[in-house]
């Protein structure tokens, strides 16, 4: 059966990460508060160059696909680590932000709130 959420494995904790702000099966037994993940990117020269002429071609430019996919990847991951540093064993309401600080530097932003959830029997 697919579940409406995300699982994260790391340490030993089971991490479950959702966009929506329930887990069906599971209750909410205490709210540990807002937990975040930021990074923040830039593009190198080469990197331009390289996106430059996937430009000139068309179509997907992979260079800057990779890119934002490594900055919310690290952006997702810094998220859990602070959730699990509060005790929590799942994100409900997760979403990403990202915003342009100067010409070719990015911040990714991954955030939800942190909470122990149950299954419920």
Do not use: C, W
């Not at 923040?40 to 890119?67: C, D, F, P």
């Not at 540093?85 to 979403?95: S, T």
């Amino acid at each position: 059966m697919s579940h409406p959420f995300g699982r994260q494995s790391s340490s030993n904790m089971d991490m479950l990460i959702t966009t929506t702000n329930e887990l069906e099966g599971y209750r909410v037994v205490r709210q540990l508060g807002l937990v975040r993940g930021l990074t923040v990117r830039s593009r190198s020269v080469l990197g331009n160059i390289g996106a430059s002429l996937q430009t000139l071609l068309g179509g997907n430019i992979t260079l800057y696909t990779e890119l934002a996919e490594k900055a919310r990847q690290e952006a997702y991951d810094l998220m859990i680590q602070h959730a699990q540093e509060r005790g929590a064993n799942a994100v409900l309401g997760m979403r990403y932000d990202a915003n342009e600080i100067t010409d070719g530097v990015t911040e990714v932003l991954a955030y939800g709130t942190a909470v122990v959830v149950e299954a419920v029997r």
